[in-house]
């Protein structure tokens, strides 16, 4: 039963940390892992995550937006080529409450991701 504990807390860790930076926080964990479970442990964890590659659609969830709400509407309409009213709608949704789910590529993603943390709004991978 531990072990299984420390497999899903590990999973959870590094799914939260691929939004930051996938490719450290998976070399930082299969070292962990491998030290502190063994191979075939660390072999079913990593076998759980589906890393995302540069080329793939990766889903993007905005979850709250910031004091800077015209900023949000630039980075929506920057990362997906929407029109005004269509990102502002968007924005504001997610003002309301309703968090909103996009497809970008993974670059895109990214970009949008910090972006929007930079003007105070809270979205991340999903």
């Given at each position: 039963?531990?072990?299984?504990?420390?497999?899903?807390?590990?999973?959870?860790?590094?799914?939260?940390?691929?939004?930051?930076?996938p490719?450290?926080?998976?070399?930082?964990?299969?070292?962990?892992?491998?030290?502190?479970?063994?191979?075939?442990?660390?072999?079913?964890?990593?076998?759980?995550?589906?890393?995302?590659?540069?080329?793939?659609?990766?889903?993007?969830?905005?979850e709250?937006?910031?004091?800077?709400?015209?900023?949000?509407?630039?980075?929506?309409?920057?990362?997906?080529?929407?029109?005004l009213?269509?990102?502002?709608?968007?924005?504001?949704?997610?003002?309301?409450?309703?968090?909103?789910?996009?497809?970008?590529?993974?670059?895109?993603?990214?970009?949008?991701?910090?972006?929007?943390?930079?003007?105070?709004?809270?979205?991340?991978?999903?």
């Amino acid at each position: 039963m531990a072990s299984e504990i420390t497999i899903v807390h590990a999973t959870n860790l590094v799914r939260s940390l691929i939004d930051d930076n996938p490719n450290e926080a998976y070399n930082l964990l299969t070292q962990d892992l491998k030290h502190r479970l063994g191979d075939s442990a660390c072999v079913d964890i990593l076998g759980r995550l589906v890393m995302p590659n540069e080329y793939e659609l990766v889903n993007v969830r905005i979850e709250a937006i910031g004091d800077k709400f015209i900023n949000a509407i630039k980075d929506l309409r920057s990362a997906t080529g929407y029109g005004l009213k269509e990102a502002k709608d968007i924005i504001e949704g997610v003002r309301a409450g309703t968090p909103y789910d996009l497809e970008l590529k993974l670059p895109k993603a990214k970009l949008l991701i910090n972006s929007l943390r930079e003007s105070g709004s809270h979205a991340r991978l999903v």
